[in-house]
């Protein structure tokens, strides 16, 4: 999950755990942890290719 401070509250830890699941947070700015960025990288590339 990110960072964000609902995801980090007690209560969000309350509802995932029981059901067997590990909250794992993301460190603040980790893109290549995060599949849409490679999707949009490639995106550009891509455009960029067309232009040139």
């Known amino acids: ?25 993301l460190t603040p700015y980790s893109p290549d942890l995060n599949p849409i960025e490679k999707f949009w990288a490639n ?3 891509w455009i960029r290719h067309q232009i040139t």
Do not use: Q, R, Y
């Open 1 to 25: 999950m990110d960072n964000a401070a609902f995801h980090k509250s007690n209560k969000t830890k309350e509802l995932i755990e029981p059901v067997g699941c590990i909250v794992i947070f």
């Open 43 to 45: 995106i550009k590339l």
